[in-house]
């Protein structure tokens, strides 16, 4: 059986940050609430859209649903203003790609918006992308691999989760696979040490991990 990869989306394969915090800005200003930094949206990200919204405004519900149908309209059109792969990604994923690996991408970003991020980044890179909105309970739920064995027909011996989030790190101990964490993206290295044992700092890094774990 061929090896199966996983990545998340936010902070894994895409710095997305700038964007969101756009988003998010323009939208939580316009109902009356404080901006918010950049430096705390990147803290506040992870658990899907409405997470980001509720917890940006002390999770005042009043206009939640109001707010994040305003968000998702004002990101489709600016979803990728800014954002960008990290750097080596975009190799990284190419060369699993041709050796046959299979790719999943598993985030709780809306699956409208995700799916326009990766025709746009990563066409025709991933075997399967799951995301908020399809009636699967989002990470760290292990609902998500659960579906992932089923279409792959494999064993969770056969996957590697690649996250970067405390939310990554619980996902992956929930559906008991092997998992690499890493720290350039939307968590310090510090706080994600305090989850998990060991952290990886760069693409170049992940690269090697990723290769230990296919020749295991």
Same mark, same amino acid.
Request: without cysteine; positive net charge.
């Given at each position: 059986?061929?090896?199966?990869?996983?990545?998340?989306?936010?902070?894994?394969?895409?710095?997305?940050? %700038?964007? #969101?915090?756009?988003?998010? =800005?323009?939208? $939580? !200003?316009?109902?009356?609430?404080? @901006?918010?930094?950049?430096?705390?949206?990147?803290?506040?990200?992870?658990?899907?859209?409405?997470?980001?919204?509720?917890?940006?405004?002390?999770?005042?519900?009043?206009?939640?649903?109001?707010?994040?149908?305003?968000?998702?309209?004002?990101?489709?059109?600016?979803?990728?203003?800014?954002?960008?792969?990290?750097?080596?990604?975009?190799?990284?994923?190419?060369?699993?790609?041709?050796?046959?690996?299979? %790719?999943? #991408?598993?985030?709780?970003? =809306?699956?409208? $918006? !995700?799916?326009?991020?990766?025709? @746009?980044?990563?066409?025709n890179t991933f075997d399967l992308v799951l995301g908020d909105g399809l009636g699967i309970e989002k990470k760290p739920s292990k609902e998500m691999m659960e579906f992932v064995i089923k279409k792959f027909n494999c064993q969770i011996s056969d996957v590697l989760y690649v996250g970067d989030s405390d939310i990554d790190i619980k996902f992956a101990e929930n559906a008991n696979c092997d998992k690499i964490i890493v720290s350039y993206g939307f968590r310090d290295k510090e706080d994600l040490l305090l989850k998990t044992n060991y952290v990886i700092e760069n693409t170049t890094d992940l690269e090697n991990e990723i290769n230990k774990f296919l020749n295991m």
């Open positions: 059986m061929k090896k199966v990869i996983l990545f998340d989306l936010d902070g894994t394969v895409l710095n997305t940050l %700038l964007d #969101l915090s756009a988003s998010l =800005n323009e939208t $939580i !200003t316009s109902y009356g609430y404080k @901006k918010i930094k950049n430096d705390i949206v990147r803290k506040y990200v992870g658990n899907g859209i409405k997470d980001l919204i509720k917890r940006s405004v002390n999770y005042d519900t009043k206009y939640l649903n109001s707010m994040y149908n305003d968000f998702l309209s004002y990101y489709e059109k600016n979803y990728a203003v800014y954002t960008k792969p990290y750097p080596n990604i975009i190799n990284i994923l190419n060369k699993l790609k041709a050796e046959g690996i299979k %790719l999943g #991408l598993l985030t709780n970003k =809306n699956i409208h $918006i !995700t799916k326009k991020l990766v025709n @746009k980044f990563f066409p």
